[in-house]
């Protein structure tokens, strides 16, 4: 291999390189090739094509008459001709990728349209020709201006970053800066070519980048949408062609900030207003007002559609793709309101828009003349209701617009006027001249209001920033005078280009006498000289013609001809002269030949209307067409434009490009080149040919030639001495008093080789490769020194700041000591510029606050004190309360509280004896009153005598309630045994006067109220025993009942009662029974008949019966109640022995299956762990009392709480490999510990977001705002990341975060879905960043006044959230935040699927989210589990296996207090393994595990003599930390509780292993 070998490039390309020699080579040395390959080298060319331009081949066959074959790279064929000229090629080159055209090994026309070809392939559509960039345009949306994009060109220091329209935005900003001159950046191409975007993102860069102080940076931006409104339309080329040029001037103040722009506009192509082409279509604002105005609008100004107007429907385009009208209306109304745009001029502007749509309309017809003398055809306006609403919109006389429309005055001197009708196409000419006069006037009046809201303050602007965005050079199949005026714009601006690249270049080559190649270029000077040269230049002569009377176009074309064509005596080279045409002339321009029809010529150039329309206008009740058509000024305008005095449309244009060139030549340039890759507008289409020629007529090639072979970097001796000198001091000083040799020492002593710079007499130049050297050397020497500057001025900063802290020290102290308010306010004043938090300045400041409160105490205090105190108690306490909140206790607040709890303590008194008065009540009136003496209150207070009246009413009550008592114990029935008593003794005498009296005297207290109520019973309980009335009897004692009154006389008259009814009842139902064979009851009157001791022949004959029932139902009974086949059979045949049937026998007949069922279920259930299959189970055992482990198994399973079932069937899941069934599960205990804990998991308290103080500090100004903003809705770019990122993501985040600004519409950028893009993308390539993205989504979400920004940000929500899952840390409070505000479930389903399902490796496209119309989740959290019943395993053994008697069912994870007891009682529930149930024995197993307590739960006696021990608990459940705050615990788990440090409630701070955290306290169990 001689030592060679093969490398590759970071982009793929191989190279070679030889260890031994050290040699490189892009092509593979033949030392490496193979046979076949040795064999297939040869000639490797160039040649020319038809559409391609240039392709590459291999000759295989040169034939004798000079023609050969060349082998295409695709294995075709093709045959040239002899003296094809063919360029070398080298194969290598064919595959590399070359940023910069100046770097190219291989430079002709074919490598160098290779090259653009193979980069817009790949998706480069920038490429550099050293500092001249040149731009094709992909006809599709890239990733390429995104705020981050911006960042990074606007701070690429050192790197070679790709070509891109940013590094020219930078270059003039940074150039502007640097050098302090006016920058230019001139955009120039075919339409089509993307000529217009370039412009947008300059600007966009210079917002960005620059900013401002009052927000006018957006202004510039917001014109966009207005300009292009009026100004941009559909051309066959461009969908959006500005119809206009343009000169945008960005003004910048001392601060290098945008303090304001201005915008002048070039020759608006005005004739689209009333013709377009087939395919075409007007100015935008007619389709968009039609698409967007309101109902209100489109009734006022009589709007239709597109179809119903010939301005708008004559080219059969109306609509484009990917555009949407009324939305692009909606957002050029909204630019102008943020641009300040009054209502009126809003309204106005639209106004004339529908105007000019309804004079499109007109429709004028040949009409007879009165005068027989005029014999002029004659027409008038036949649509009327168009006329009608025309005039209606222009606020003028509809008779007087059609007279102006359809006739014109005619004044000779001397003579009366006479007005002259126009026939029906002259007519149409003066409608549409009077529509492109309106529209045009109106567009000049927007530029100008734009300007005006954009317009630097006085004084403040220093310099500025020129983009030149003009139209294209045009070639159709008809040019007329705008396309003159279009291509003459062109070639002015190539000229200013080959001047500055070429012609300027050598100049000054050889001014400093250094050594260069000529480069030979196209030079256009002689076309300007035809087209502006006075006085036989083409617009000259027109402008002249104007001037003749009778002048013609006819008459301006044989003019130039005869100067410049074939008669001519010096024919112009760059002129043609149309033999076979009346109207054609040819001007073979820089960019080719282009053929003018000079029809119409004359009048576009005039460009007037007619004085009657002009004056019409002007006299029109709208105040914007008065502002737009001032009348005419001194003379007489007529309508064959004799000496007129107003310039024509052409000398106008002449004197904007000369006034234009002339800003350009005070500027320094910056070139961007557009290219139009096919004529088709569409994506990865590259025409060659195409492209190839607008690269040979924009001077590309030799540009390339020149700046490889010249040196594009100069500077005069002084400023290069300037610029980097201070890197090798002691060399640029060496030679005194000659600058020219101090330059060749600092080369000389500068590391690095610059033998090829150039030293002429005055400047210093060099190329690219001595110039990267030396910045890179420079920046390498400025960061060296600016560490040495930093430090100083940090030590500065932090001395000043000591000094000014000693200074301030003892002023607070002082100020302090007074303790006045006055000198506090004064201290604090003086420290208001101290940053640092001193704790002078923090006591002063709390001192000053209660200083403050106290003087405010004081001041109440002596205005209340005075006053009734009665009236101003609240008042009086408020301020006390206030005193002692700050322990104020001076003589005043003293006597103040003394007052204040006097009135307290009357007060109370107060209520207390009125309510004692009103409820009787001893136990309140008493303590009353003794208070009322200790304060002393007046015996004649109505009040207190009230009281003292009822206390001795009280005291005389009481008596009566006595004498009740004693009448109550006297008088009543005596028992004899346990069922006889003596009536004898009642008596109701005594009892009758007690009651008369106390009724006579009146029971108030509760006391006495109730034992008359129980008298009053007992005095008719003992009258119904005396009469034996039972009946009556039984109402009187639930009366008793009634008031819970249950003496020992109630007592035994209700035995008494229920006896004998009970004796009664129990022989009806013995003798019932018996006739019935009624067993219960039979059973029930035998026992109450026992109770009673009743010896009736009834209960003999009901026991005999009662015998024979029982017998035969005890055993249907216990073959139920035991659900055993065998003895239910038995229990059967015994009660068919004798023919006895009932309910009894069928259900034992049906139990069987239903056990068998049962077990099958139960089964099924234990097998998956769903809960339907276990509940069914459990209902059926429970619906025939079966009693077997399985089904105690399957309890247990539902007696778990939901949270631990869950996490039961989440082990179940895993055990059967169903991962989907695992991930509902997850998901579902979630939602289950949200409900219950979602407060842990607010968005504020995210452990990971910075400080707002900190996050304040990130900015120099306003970081009082920013830190109360930090977590709130801005329009204003984040100074840092919310959460706490490394230094490159926290970069990161804040340019993501401009993304999210542009895409809401909260910060105007470019591409909203291109910004949703990258931030997706970038979120994606970068899990560092996803939680920040989601915390700055919140961000832009909280407290949003926006409801379009809040439904953007939505959307943005929605993109992230199916692209890339949040992080560990961060995902529940995103989830919390999801549940609390986002309007859709939606929100949870993406954020569920992105956590649980397939990771993206790839972003999902935007625009295809965008379309969604609803969202249908991946994973089903209520999707049912799918059950095969051919893997359950049913255990035959278990069929009749009962559990033992002492086993309880375990409900709740308690122990029931019955099974307690046992030494067989259960603990917490266990739920077997699920590989049980395989066997009886493996059953048994199970059910003695899920029955048997633990060891670990025996209570550990505590160590003698121990000291005080933390308390511990014992896990009972297993528990996953969700956070970083939490703790994972397993069921045996011991924990120790912190008590007292426990954050949230229901959770314990706990350590386990060493580790700390918080864990849910109902999971555990303290020991």
């Not at 995104?146 to 970053?161: C, F, M, Q, V």
């Not at 745009?341 to 009165?370: C, W, Y």
């Amino acid at each position: 291999m001689s030592g060679w070998k093969e490398y590759k490039t970071p982009e793929g390309v191989p190279y070679y390189y030889n260890a031994a020699t050290e040699e490189t080579s892009w092509d593979k040395p033949d030392a490496m090739k193979t046979a076949d390959e040795l064999e297939g080298a040869g000639n490797w060319v160039w040649a020319p094509h038809d559409t391609e331009g240039w392709v590459p081949g291999q000759v295989t066959q040169t034939y004798a008459d000079g023609s050969f074959d060349l082998q295409l790279q695709d294995g075709a064929i093709e045959n040239f001709p002899a003296g094809t000229e063919t360029v070398t090629c080298y194969q290598s080159s064919l595959k590399r990728s070359v940023p910069d055209l100046v770097q190219m090994d291989d430079v002709n026309e074919a490598m160098i349209a290779h090259n653009l070809k193979l980069r817009f392939q790949n998706d480069e559509i920038y490429t550099n020709i050293g500092t001249i960039l040149i731009s094709v345009n992909p006809y599709r949306r890239l990733p390429l201006y995104t705020p981050s994009k911006i960042d990074e060109y606007a701070h690429k220091g050192n790197r070679t970053l790709p070509p891109h329209v940013f590094s020219i935005a930078s270059d003039a900003y940074s150039q502007l800066l640097d050098m302090k001159k006016d920058q230019s950046i001139l955009i120039s191409g075919e339409s089509g070519a993307g000529k217009t975007e370039a412009t947008k993102q300059c600007l966009m860069f210079f917002a960005e980048v620059a900013g401002s102080t009052s927000g006018v940076e957006q202004n510039i931006l917001l014109a966009n949408p207005i300009l292009e409104a009026f100004g941009n339309a559909k051309t066959l080329r461009n969908n959006n062609s500005s119809r206009f040029g343009k000169w945008i001037e960005v003004h910048f103040d001392e601060q290098a900030r945008i303090c304001g722009a201005s915008t002048i506009n070039y020759l608006l192509e005005k004739s689209r207003v009333v013709y377009q082409a087939e395919g075409e279509r007007n100015f935008h604002i007619f389709y968009m007002l039609l698409a967007g105005a309101s109902p209100e609008q489109r009734a006022k100004w009589h709007l239709w559609s597109p179809e119903d107007y010939t301005y708008t429907n004559q080219s059969g385009c109306i609509t484009l793709d990917d555009v949407d009208d009324a939305k692009e209306f909606d957002d050029m109304v909204d630019a102008m309101h943020r641009l300040n745009f009054k209502e009126e001029h809003i309204d106005h502007l639209l106004r004339m828009v529908a105007a000019i749509l309804h004079l499109g309309n007109l429709d004028p017809q040949t009409a007879g003349s009165g005068d027989r003398n005029v014999k002029v055809e004659a027409s008038q306006i036949v649509n009327k209701d168009e006329l009608a609403i025309a005039a209606e919109l222009l606020q003028v006389p509809p008779a007087q617009l059609e007279e102006a429309l359809t006739s014109r005055l005619m004044e000779i001197r001397g003579q009366e006027a006479t007005r002259i009708p126009l026939n029906p196409d002259k007519a149409i000419d003066a409608i549409n001249a009077l529509a492109k006069q309106i529209y045009n006037h109106m567009f000049d009046w927007l530029v100008k209001r734009v300007n005006e809201s954009m317009a630097p303050p006085p004084g403040s602007s220093k310099s500025c920033i020129g983009v030149l965005d003009i139209f294209g050079f045009e070639i159709f199949e008809i040019n007329s005078f705008e396309q003159m005026c279009i291509n003459f714009a062109n070639e002015k601006l190539q000229q200013h280009f080959n001047q500055h690249t070429f012609k300027l270049e050598e100049q000054l080559y050889r001014a400093e006498k250094i050594q260069y190649n000529h480069v030979e270029f196209i030079d256009n000077q002689p076309v300007l000289d035809l087209i502006e040269q006075k006085p036989h230049g083409v617009m000259i002569v027109l402008d002249d013609e104007i001037g003749v009377p009778r002048g013609s176009d006819a008459g301006f074309l044989n003019k130039i001809n005869q100067k410049h064509g074939r008669s001519s005596p010096n024919p112009h080279p760059n002129f043609s002269q149309m033999m076979k045409s009346q109207t054609d002339f040819t001007i073979n321009h820089y960019a080719g030949a282009v053929v003018y029809d000079s029809t119409g010529y004359l009048e576009k150039n005039r460009d007037t209307l007619n004085a009657d329309l002009q004056l019409l206008l002007y006299c029109s009740k709208n105040s914007l067409l008065n502002e737009l058509f001032p009348p005419p000024r001194g003379g007489r305008r007529g309508d064959d434009g004799a000496r007129t005095r107003k310039i024509t449309l052409g000398g106008q244009f002449r004197q904007q490009l000369d006034a234009l060139m002339k800003a350009l030549h005070a500027t320094e340039p910056h070139y961007i080149r557009c290219v139009k890759p096919n004529p088709n507008k569409a994506a990865k289409e590259y025409f060659g040919r195409m492209c190839l020629d607008q690269l040979r007529y924009a001077g590309v090639f030799e540009a390339v030639t020149i700046r490889q072979t010249g040196f594009p970097f100069r500077w005069t001796h002084v400023e290069f001495i300037k610029r980097y000198g201070f890197i090798r001091p002691e060399a640029a000083g060496s030679v005194q008093g000659d600058v020219k040799g101090s330059v060749r020492a600092l080369l000389a002593a500068l590391p690095g080789d610059y033998s090829a710079a150039q030293i002429g007499s005055t400047r210093v130049l060099y190329r690219a490769k001595e110039h990267r050297s030396l910045e890179l050397a420079r920046n390498v020497a400025v960061e060296a020194k600016s560490i040495i500057l930093q430090a100083y001025e940090r030590t500065f900063r932090a001395q000043r700041m000591a000094r000014r802290l000693f200074e301030v020290k003892p002023v607070l102290e002082q100020a302090m000591a007074t303790r006045t308010l006055e000198a506090l306010d004064a201290a604090l004043q003086q420290a208001a510029d101290v940053d640092f938090e001193m704790k002078q300045l923090s006591d002063a400041r709390n001192l000053r606050e209660v200083v403050r409160k106290e003087l405010d105490i004081t001041s109440r205090l002596n205005s209340l004190m005075p006053q009734d105190h009665e009236v101003v108690y609240e008042q009086l306490a408020k301020a006390v309360s206030d005193a002692d909140e700050i322990s104020f206790n001076p003589q005043l607040v003293q006597k103040a509280r003394e007052v204040v709890e006097l009135i307290r303590r009357r007060r109370e008194c107060r209520a207390n004896l009125k309510t004692g008065t009103e409820k009787s009540d001893r136990t309140l009136l008493e303590p009353a009153l003794a208070e009322a003496d200790a304060l002393q209150m007046p015996a004649s207070d109505p009040v207190v005598a009230a009281a003292r009246a009822e206390l001795a009413r009280i005291v005389e009550e009481e008596a009566w309630v006595a004498e009740l008592e004693a009448a109550l114990n006297a008088g009543f029935a005596t028992r004899l045994d346990d069922t006889n008593w003596d009536h004898s003794q009642v008596d109701v005498t005594y009892l009758d006067q007690a009651i008369a009296g106390a009724q006579q005297f009146g029971m108030r207290t509760a006391a006495g109220t109730r034992r008359l109520r129980e008298a009053e019973i007992v005095r008719q309980v003992r009258t119904c025993l005396v009469a034996e009335d039972w009946e009556t009897l039984g109402v009187h004692l639930k009366q008793a009942t009634s008031i819970q009154f249950a003496s020992l006389e109630i007592q035994e008259a209700q035995e008494e009662l229920s006896h004998k009814v009970a004796v009664d009842d129990v022989v009806a139902r013995l003798v019932s029974g018996v006739e019935n064979h009624d067993q219960d009851e039979l059973a029930y009157a035998l026992e109450q008949a026992d109770h009673l001791k009743m010896e009736h022949p009834e209960v003999e004959l009901g026991r005999a019966m009662l015998a024979s029932i029982v017998q035969t139902r005890q055993l249907l009974q216990e073959a139920i109640a035991a659900v055993q086949e065998p003895q239910l059979q038995q229990a059967v045949d015994a009660a068919a022995s004798f023919n006895f049937h009932n309910d009894e026998v069928a259900t034992a007949t049906d139990l069987l299956a239903k056990v068998q069922e049962a077990k099958r279920e139960a089964a099924t259930g234990l097998h998956y762990l769903e809960r339907p299959h276990l509940e069914a189970a459990v209902e059926q055992a429970d619906a025939i009392n079966m009693e077997h482990a399985i089904i105690e198994e399957c309890r247990g399973y539902l007696c778990l709480s939901m949270d631990k079932f869950l996490q039961e069937q989440l082990k179940k899941a895993k055990q059967l490999n169903d991962p989907a069934r695992a991930i509902r599960l997850t998901i579902k205990m979630k939602d289950m510990f949200f409900a219950t804990h979602g407060k842990m998991f607010i968005f504020k308290t995210y452990g990971n977001l910075r400080n707002p103080e900190a996050y304040a500090k990130a900015k120099l100004f306003g970081r009082d705002q920013l830190k109360l903003n930090m977590l709130q809705w801005t329009k204003q770019p984040i100074p840092t990341s919310l959460t706490h990122l490394p230094g490159v993501f926290a970069k990161q985040a804040t340019k993501l975060f401009k993304n999210i600004l542009g895409f809401a519409g909260d910060r105007s950028l470019s591409y909203p879905e291109t910004l949703a893009q990258d931030l997706i993308n970038q979120g994606l390539a970068t899990p560092e960043i996803r939680d920040e993205i989601y915390c700055q989504l919140i961000k832009q979400l909280t407290d949003n006044p926006n409801p379009q920004s809040v439904l953007k940000i939505w959307n943005l929500m929605e993109f992230c959230l199916q692209t890339f899952p949040p992080g560990d840390d961060f995902g529940n409070y995103l989830e919390m935040y999801l549940r609390n505000h986002g309007a859709s479930e939606k929100y949870i389903f993406m954020l569920h699927d992105t956590q649980y399902g397939v990771k993206k490796s790839t972003a999902p496209l935007v625009e295809h989210m965008m379309k969604q119309s609803d969202y249908k989740p991946y994973i089903l959290v209520d999707a049912p589990t799918e059950v095969d019943v051919s893997q359950v395993v049913v255990a035959e053994g278990l069929l009749d296996a009962a559990l033992p008697a002492a086993i309880v069912p375990i409900t709740g994870g308690s122990i029931p207090a019955a099974a307690a007891t046992a030494s067989s009682a259960a603990s917490t529930f266990t739920p077997p393994p699920a590989e049980a149930a395989a066997t009886h024995a493996a059953q048994a197993v199970a059910v003695a595990n899920a029955v048997a307590p633990p060891p670990a739960l025996e209570e550990q006696p505590a160590p003698p003599n121990s000291a005080r021990q933390l308390p511990q608990a014992r896990a009972l459940y297993d528990y996953e930390a969700q956070d970083y705050r939490q703790i994972s615990i397993a069921v045996g788990d011991v924990v120790t509780i912190l008590e007292g440090e426990s954050p949230y409630e229901g959770w314990w701070m706990v350590t386990l292993n060493g580790n700390r955290g918080i864990a849910p306290s109902n999971y555990m169990e303290r020991l």
